[in-house]
């Protein structure tokens, strides 16, 4: 799949939002907030791979030219970071 730069941001924002969180994360309280900044995620996004971020499993390179959601969809359930990215890019 692939995401146009300029959604780049808001697609990042939205599996933000819907991600796994850690619960290692939760318990020492480094867990981010449940809302993404634009400016935190225009900071990461073109960073290339993201594992976790801010304690949300993101597990994907963004700036690929073909974005594998397989395991941002391991930690939620098949097909789930299509949905989300279809939803913002349409």
Same mark, same amino acid.
């Given at each position: ?9 808001? /697609?990042?924002?939205?599996? #933000? ?6 619960? *290692?994360?939760? @318990?020492?309280? %480094? !867990? ?11 900071? /990461?996004?073109?960073?290339? #791979? ?6 949300? *499993?993101?597990? @994907?390179?963004? %700036? !690929? ?26």
């Amino acid at each position: 799949m692939n995401i146009p730069e300029d959604k780049r941001v808001e /697609v990042l924002q939205a599996l #933000y939002r819907e991600a796994f969180v850690a619960p *290692a994360a939760i @318990m020492f309280g %480094t !867990a981010g907030p449940p809302e993404l900044s634009t400016e935190r995620a225009r900071a /990461v996004v073109n960073r290339g #791979y993201i594992d976790y971020l801010d304690g949300h *499993a993101i597990k @994907m390179d963004l %700036t !690929a030219d073909e974005v594998s959601t397989r395991l941002y969809d391991r930690d939620g359930y098949p097909g789930k970071a299509e949905k989300i990215i279809r939803r913002i890019i349409g």
